[in-house]
């Protein structure tokens, strides 16, 4: 069965620090690949996916995401966080074909000081 | 981009009766939407896959008779809970893809908290 995984639960970082989020998968076929934000009291929300092609994605609000095909990686980056990035980080792959499921990774919440 | 909608926002309801949950594409058809469970502070946990025009595909180890689904038309799905307990008490979020097959984000609704006393 697929699996996400992410290995940061919780991250705190002050403003302008760099950011790396880690999200693995566990699927040996094609996957379609999404980080999903959720900022607090509102619904989750598109950062970027990654289909096809070129494995270094560029996102909304400055965020980048790299497939690392051989590694069954996705991670999230983001070169310089703001207090507004604070919000939940949700990893999720779509094992492609006819359905749109998403299997979710645990999430990371982050938590940028001012 | 597109829009989903849930409602209510916030239920409670006592311990042996149904709650429905409608969930709406209010600016796209939807043949098919999904239905998540998130715990606090865990992750979306998918439910079942709700099917227009068919019968909803379900999750191993969630109860299908516990949790009716309906996709009664392209823009409308609905979740009952029936026989509702404290331990169905949770958020509940459904999604839903602007078309068929690969290519396509899902749109989120902005959940339904449920609380069973």
């Known amino acids: 069965a697929q699996s996400v995984s992410q290995h940061n639960h919780h991250v705190i970082l002050s403003e302008a620090a760099s950011l790396e989020l880690g999200c693995n998968y566990s699927y040996g076929g094609t996957v379609n690949l999404f980080w999903y934000v959720q900022y607090p009291g509102q619904h989750l929300q598109l950062l970027l996916k990654?289909?096809?092609?070129?494995?270094l994605v560029k996102g909304i609000k400055g965020f980048e995401a790299e497939f690392i095909k051989s590694k069954f990686s996705f991670n999230l980056r983001k070169p310089s966080v703001q207090w507004s990035d604070t919000a939940e980080y949700f990893c999720?792959?779509?094992?492609?074909?006819?359905?749109?499921?998403?299997?979710f990774g645990t999430g990371t919440l982050l938590a940028v000081q001012p | 981009g597109a829009v989903v909608s849930q409602h209510p926002s916030w239920v409670i309801c006592k311990s042996g009766t149904s709650v429905k949950i409608e969930c709406r594409s209010l600016?796209?058809?939807?043949?098919?939407m999904f239905w998540y469970r998130q715990f606090p502070k865990q992750s979306l946990m998918l439910m079942a896959t709700?099917?227009?025009?068919?019968?909803?595909?379900?999750e191993q180890g969630v109860e299908k008779d516990k949790f009716l689904i309906n996709h009664a038309s392209l823009t409308l799905s609905t979740l009952t809970v029936t026989s509702a307990h404290p331990e169905d008490s949770s958020f509940y979020i459904c999604s839903a893809p602007p078309g068929q097959g690969e290519g396509y984000e899902q749109y989120f609704g902005p959940g339904t908290r449920l609380t069973v006393t």
């Open positions: 600016d796209f058809q939807a043949t098919t």
């Open positions: 999720a792959v779509n094992a492609g074909g006819a359905t749109n499921k998403l299997i």
């Open positions: 709700s099917n227009e025009g068919s019968k909803a595909t379900y």
């Open positions: 990654y289909f096809s092609g070129d494995p």
